[in-house]
């Protein structure tokens, strides 16, 4: 009986940690926790890759924009061509 009551202490104390917001710790791999070097040097990097990635989406919005105006363009000197009946 006292087994059981310890066992369901653990395991509300457990969800109370994460609803509490308890501190995350980073740990990569292998699962040990990162000292705080290696989780700025990790940090700077995903911000790299995330900056990268947004100017390479940026590059090909600006590259559709501009062939979307090319196009645009084309059909509006079509349509000066074409003869009116008026």
């Known amino acids: 009986m006292a087994m ?7 395991g509300v104390n457990r ?3 994460t609803t ?7 740990s990569d791999i292998k699962g040990r926790v990162l000292s705080e070097e290696e989780r700025a040097v990790e940090n700077v990097y995903i911000q790299k890759m995330e900056r990268e990635k947004m100017e ?4 090909k919005a600006e590259k559709e924009k501009a062939a979307k ?11 000066k061509m074409i003869p009116t009946n008026n």
């Open 69 to 79: 105006e090319k196009e645009a363009e084309k059909i509006t000197t079509l349509l």
């Open 20 to 26: 509490r917001g308890a501190a995350r710790q980073f």
């Open 56 to 59: 390479k989406m940026k590059k």
């Open 4 to 10: 059981r009551s310890v066992v369901r202490r653990g």
């Open 15 to 17: 969800m109370m940690e």
